[in-house]
Nanobody
């Protein structure tokens, strides 16, 4: 069992930055691919970014590429999402998730454990 807890969300003006954290407990994260997803009101949950368990391979949604950076610190069992140049359309609840798949995936169906989410609101 893996417990994931997100933090770092909040209210920010357009163009600003936020750094989300996802702390894991129960098991070490070092063997898990990790991902960030988001869900805006009235919309389906969508993929944001993912990072491999080792080697740090990453994959991003086109909508955030060049603005967001996913990283991890396996020693701290923590995954981060640095969000720069934020836009109002980035407003959503952001979730981190853990996957046992060997390959990176942008599908929520491939993730086994989820956090409770943290709200990010970007004002115009």
């Amino acid at each position: 069992q893996v417990q994931l807890v997100e933090s770092g969300g909040g209210l920010v003006q357009a163009g600003g930055s936020l750094r989300l954290s996802c702390a894991a407990s129960g098991r070490t994260l070092s063997n898990w691919n990790m991902g960030w997803f988001r869900q805006a009101p009235g919309k389906e949950r969508e993929f944001v970014a993912t990072i491999s368990a080792s080697r740090g391979r990453t994959y991003y949604a086109d909508s955030v590429k060049g603005r967001f950076t996913i990283s991890r610190d396996n020693a701290k069992s923590t995954v981060y999402l640095q969000m720069n140049s934020l836009k109002p359309e980035d407003t959503a609840v952001y979730y981190c998730a853990a996957s046992r798949l060997y390959s990176l995936s942008g599908s929520s169906r491939d993730y086994d454990y989820w956090g409770q989410g943290t709200q990010v609101t970007v004002s115009s």
